[in-house]
């Protein structure tokens, strides 16, 4: 496997977004080592409203290149999940960036959730950047890494040693279900923090302090619960290709922690 890079992204914009919410995004992105974005808008309708987007789309790409980044700005008609990830595959960028903005639970029902579609069916890293908790002056202090102790620490732990990331500590966080019997349950913990700690090992040069965390429950819940109480500026979870109940996180997982968790989130997919 190549090294990972976070070099060129591919940024969803629907120009719904406040301005100041993209330039913060951006900046979060250039604390990964990120210069070059392709700013991306999928629209409807006649001509004149497509060429009024791309006036808007390359107003916000100039500001952007004031910001030190190499940019350029394209809008295109059609599905906006399929669009937007055929775009990012003709550019050949490093993953996908988006502005996360909750939806109403009835909108949501009847229209469903184009941002839930591109991180389900995205084979490109997705940052999903909530802008309640960070701000444009701010970098990423804190990390947390919600571990499966399965196939996805094969393709995440590149990015969390690669120095993309540059944070100052990291939470290695294991959400696990409780064994039947005493003596079982033991074992099971004994097994979990033997894999944690291998995984702080390896990590150690890395990061000035690393944690290790294991808890037992739901997987969303307790992800978002160790994310608060640890007040961690980044969440950083695998997407594994085979789904296995609780164990991986794929579409419904990733959009409700994106949803809920105030902080933004890496989804990294699994090896094809």
């Known amino acids: 496997m190549r090294t990972p890079m976070l070099r060129s ?57 004031e910001a030190g980044f190499e940019v350029d700005a394209a809008v295109s008609r059609g599905p906006v999940p399929s669009r937007i990830l055929a775009m990012a595959r003709e550019r050949g960028v490093d993953y996908l960036a988006l502005h996360w903005m909750r939806k109403p639970v009835l ?56 120095h993309e990331i540059k944070a100052e500590e990291l939470f290695l966080l294991n959400v696990g279900q409780r064994a039947p019997d005493p003596s079982t349950e033991h074992a099971r913990r004994d097994r979990v923090q033997r894999h944690l700690d291998r995984l702080a090992e390896e990590l150690a040069d890395s990061y000035n302090v690393i944690q290790t965390l294991q808890v037992v429950g739901n997987y969303r819940s307790q992800i978002l619960r160790q994310a608060q109480m640890n007040k961690v500026d980044l969440i950083v979870v695998g997407k594994a290709d085979s ?30």
């Open 243 to 272: 789904p296995k109940p609780i164990k991986n996180l794929l579409g419904s997982t990733a959009e409700a922690i994106s949803d809920k968790s105030n902080r933004s989130v890496l989804i990294v997919p699994g090896v094809h």
């Open 9 to 65: 992204a591919a940024v969803k914009v629907s120009l719904a977004e406040p301005e100041s919410a993209v330039q913060e995004m951006v900046a979060l992105m250039k604390s990964f080592g990120t210069t070059a974005l392709h700013l991306f808008h999928v629209a409807s309708g006649s001509d004149r409203k497509l060429k009024r987007r791309q006036g808007r789309l390359e107003e916000l790409a100039e500001k952007t290149r």
């Open 107 to 162: 909108m949501q029902a009847i229209l469903g959730s184009i941002d839930a579609d591109i991180l389900r069916l995205s084979d490109l890293p997705v940052l999903v950047y909530n802008r309640s908790l960070m701000s444009a002056s701010t970098r990423v202090k804190r990390v947390l890494y919600a571990t499966d102790l399965q196939a996805t620490d094969r393709c995440v732990l590149p990015y969390l040693t690669s």
